[in-house]
């Protein structure tokens, strides 16, 4: 990640590629605001719009095959799993796969020792926007991340209807809180 003094923050988004993709991809681009998608390998396609997502300067790392809890698993289902998903979304968008990040946020050293084998950067996040939580009320996404932003941190969103629903306006409350978005 990059820092020149400015203050900056990190956008990423889980559990991609999802129906509500394009809408966020709009948002994003009119926005100028760069992303790293963490997407699981089951639901990406050829016909799904990755090509997309790269050629507007974002990122895709994996978040696994199928959003397994890779605590549970032993070392080998974890490599397998994790090593599968690395390959797959590789031969889809035909570039190298760098990030990773273990879904729900659970790992243990055999999630480590998997992801350095396998030359991965393990992106965790420093504030998680919640949106899972707030269908009914997606304002308070907004008011979660606002009331934790710090320089550098890295903010976790999903491709959500909700979310989908208050982008523009989060984006709006960070820059006025003097954040610029950056890319990793």
């Known amino acids: ?25 709009d948002i994003l681009k009119d926005e100028n605001v760069p992303a790293i998608f963490f997407w699981q390998s089951r639901l990406i396609y050829d016909e799904r719009p990755w090509k997309r997502v790269l050629d507007e300067g974002h990122l895709i790392g994996t ?19 994790i090593d599968q998903s690395v390959k797959k979304l590789e031969q889809v968008i035909g570039t190298k796969v760098k990030y990773f990040r273990p879904p729900y946020g659970q790992y243990n050293q ?18 998680a926007s919640m949106d899972w939580e707030h269908k009914k009320d997606p304002q308070q996404i907004i008011s ?16 959500l209807s909700q979310t989908l629903e208050i982008l523009p306006q989060l984006i709006k409350e960070v820059k006025d809180k003097g954040y610029s978005f950056s890319k990793f």
């Open 144 to 159: 979660h991340v606002i009331n934790h932003l710090e320089d550098g941190a890295i903010i976790l969103i999903h491709e």
């Open 63 to 81: 978040h696994s095959t199928k959003h397994k809890n890779l605590v549970k698993l032993s070392y080998a289902e974890q490599y397998h799993d």
């Open 1 to 25: 990640m990059k820092h020149d003094g400015q203050k900056k923050v990190y956008l990423t988004i889980d559990d991609g590629p999802s129906k509500v993709l394009p809408q966020i991809l």
């Open 110 to 127: 055999d999630t480590i020792d998997v992801a350095n084998k396998l030359q991965l950067t393990t992106v965790m996040w420093r504030i």
